[in-house]
């Protein structure tokens, strides 16, 4: 399968702690996004990649929120000190440099914070 | 408020019938996509449209996008039990933009 890869798919974690998740994008693509979706809502963007260079940031990425993409190849997106209004669907995209309206999302990582 | 509005939010019909979902914005959009999506799971691109009035078909589902390029309408003809899901419409607000805003989706449940 060589669609967007995430994990962990579901991570449970106390208040307070630190959770970090992955995300594996199409091996072609150079484009790599990430959202986050609350239940009953349609998924917010937070950031954008374009290689190793993180472009864009959303309000909503908190300095609680850092996200890394290194080698340009999978990211990785850090929540410290985490709060129970963290608790959402994280969803990771990716695209092709020339096609960034057509984004391919992975399957997502089930965050639950108690 | 939303930028994207979806309508309705919740819709549930009987197999067979016919079902149209809505999108619409006061903002222009240089693209729009449309995504279903299942429980637990990330969506799925199903169509992009770029051009005004630009009209995609896939099988039995028919995207619109509107002259003026602020809305778009999902139609699908004898809806099956296998297109319920969450379906997203999601848009590029300037050309080039690279992050994409979404509608609040709606919830299809075909019933057989």
């Known amino acids: 399968d060589t669609g967007v890869s995430q994990n962990p798919r579901h991570k449970i974690t106390k208040r307070g702690q630190n959770v970090t998740f992955r995300c594996d994008p199409i091996s072609e693509h150079n484009r790599l996004y990430w959202y986050r979706q609350t239940l009953g809502q349609g998924p917010e963007f937070l950031t954008y990649?374009?290689?190793?260079?993180?472009?864009?940031k959303s309000r909503l990425l908190s300095d609680r929120f850092s996200a890394e993409r290194p080698k340009g190849s999978f990211s990785t997106l850090e929540i410290q000190r985490t709060e129970q209004g963290d608790s959402a669907m994280y969803l990771c995209a990716s695209s092709l440099p020339l096609g960034g309206h057509e984004q391919y999302f992975g399957p997502g990582t089930r965050l639950t914070v108690t | 408020t939303q930028l994207l509005e979806q309508s309705p939010q919740f819709l549930s019909i009987q197999e067979g019938e016919n079902l149209t979902v809505y999108c619409n914005s006061s903002?222009?959009?240089?693209?729009l996509q449309w995504y279903r999506q299942e429980p637990g799971e990330g969506p799925v691109l199903l169509v992009t449209?770029?051009?005004?009035?630009e009209v995609k078909k896939l099988k039995r589902l028919t995207f619109q996008f509107g002259d003026a390029r602020k809305d778009s309408s999902l139609h699908i003809t004898a809806a099956q039990t296998g297109d319920t899901g969450l379906y997203l419409c999601a848009g590029a607000l300037i050309q080039g933009a690279q992050k994409l805003v979404f509608g609040q989706g709606t919830r299809l449940t075909i019933n057989p």
């Open positions: 903002s222009v959009f240089s693209s």
């Open positions: 990649f374009q290689n190793e260079a993180q472009l864009e």
């Open positions: 449209v770029v051009t005004g009035g």
